[in-house]
């Protein structure tokens, strides 16, 4: 059969018969319906969960705990499973991807929503979709952003302005610019820690990388907490059932399930169509934050939303010049 003849051809009967598919053609299974809705609403709810667990347990040791939790349960199983042993160049790696994306990243922002509503949190880390255009063009021999993507980057930073602008602006108070900042700068490290992980030496398997970053990571939050103090203000008898179960809810559905799901979509599905969980995942939190915990939905809020999620939009669906680019563009969110 002609290279021509296979891409006029139905995909799914060209799955049945044994044929390789592209995945950005591929069919949509019941499996990958399930994994897309993973990623959707379970992500987007680990924004009010750890909203929740920091009520009564400090966010590093929070953050520090679910990351550590879960490389201790993923690394062993993944480890035999994959029949890996990682050498010291991978372990090296993890370290600095773990601090760069857990540390830096994912407890930043879990410190943030001390003093950022949980929804506009998520609409924040959003943006490591444009910290990753922009890295990319200033590093050397970077690829620079077709007109398209500027104006993606442009307007989303725009959408951060209307965010921790002038008070009172529409007749809405702005995010506290303190929290706001963390959360840039959380994202910025997000972006950095995606990028390096492409060039670091890691297993071949992406799920043990995963776990051996979540060990690192977890280290590295639970040891700063330590020093930070943050274990003065724990005791287990005060610590509320509501915040123990938040803490499951982060290890179990958004850490195991939910980077389980993201990791099977990467390999069936289209890079862009994966990445549309970077929109879809500050809608979900926005509404369950609004709905569940109160959160308001200001004027401000609903302008700055929907600039930067038009704007991620743009960056995302954007045409890129090789499949590698395509999947550089996607990275994993703050709450794999």
């Known amino acids: ?3 021509t003849s296979l891409k006029s051809d139905d995909p799914a009967k060209a799955a049945k018969r044994g044929e390789a598919v592209s995945v950005a053609h591929a069919p949509m299974t019941l499996t990958i319906y399930l994994a897309f809705a993973a990623i959707y609403v379970l992500w987007g709810s680990t924004y009010l969960a750890m909203r929740i667990g920091i009520e009564t347990i400090p966010p590093l040791l929070l953050v520090g705990t679910r990351h550590l939790v879960t490389g201790l349960i993923l690394y062993p199983f993944l480890r035999v499973r994959a029949g890996i ?4 160049a991978h372990w090296g790696t993890a370290a600095v991807t773990g601090i760069l994306l857990l540390f830096v990243g994912n407890g930043g922002v879990c410190w943030a929503e001390q003093f950022v509503p949980s929804g506009l949190t998520a609409l924040l880390v959003a943006m490591v979709a444009l910290w990753l255009v922009v890295i990319e063009w200033l590093r050397p021999g970077g690829t620079r952003p077709t007109g398209r993507v500027a104006a993606g980057i442009v307007l989303g930073f725009a959408g951060l302005v209307l965010l921790v602008g002038p008070a009172r602006l529409g007749g809405s108070g702005r995010v506290d610019p303190i929290g706001a900042a963390v959360l840039v ?5 997000w972006a950095c820690g995606s990028l390096y992980s492409k060039h670091g030496k890691m297993p071949s398997s992406p799920l043990l990388g995963a776990a051996m970053q979540s060990l690192a990571g977890g280290a590295v939050l639970w040891g700063v ?12 008898a005060s ?3 509501r915040s123990w179960l938040a803490l499951g809810y982060l290890i179990v559905f958004g850490s195991c399930l939910g980077f389980t799901a993201y990791i099977y979509l990467l390999k069936h599905s289209a890079p862009a169509r994966v990445g549309t969980y970077a929109f879809v995942n500050p809608v979900v ?6 709905a569940l915990a109160g959160e308001p939905l200001t004027l401000r809020t609903g302008l700055a939303a929907a600039i930067i999620l038009t704007a991620v939009c743009l960056v995302i669906t954007a045409p890129h010049r090789t499949p590698a680019e395509s999947e550089a563009a996607i990275p994993v969110p703050e709450e794999a």
């Not at 042993?85 to 010291?88: E, N």
Request: net charge positive; aromatic share 12%; glycine share 12%.
């Open 239 to 241: 610590v509320s059932l």
């Open 1 to 3: 059969m002609t290279a």
């Open 225 to 236: 907490g330590l020093l930070a103090g943050e274990w003065r203000g724990v005791h287990l």
């Open 85 to 88: 042993r990682p050498s010291a």
């Open 285 to 290: 939190a926005l509404f369950l934050g609004w």
């Open 185 to 189: 700068i959380a994202s910025f490290s």
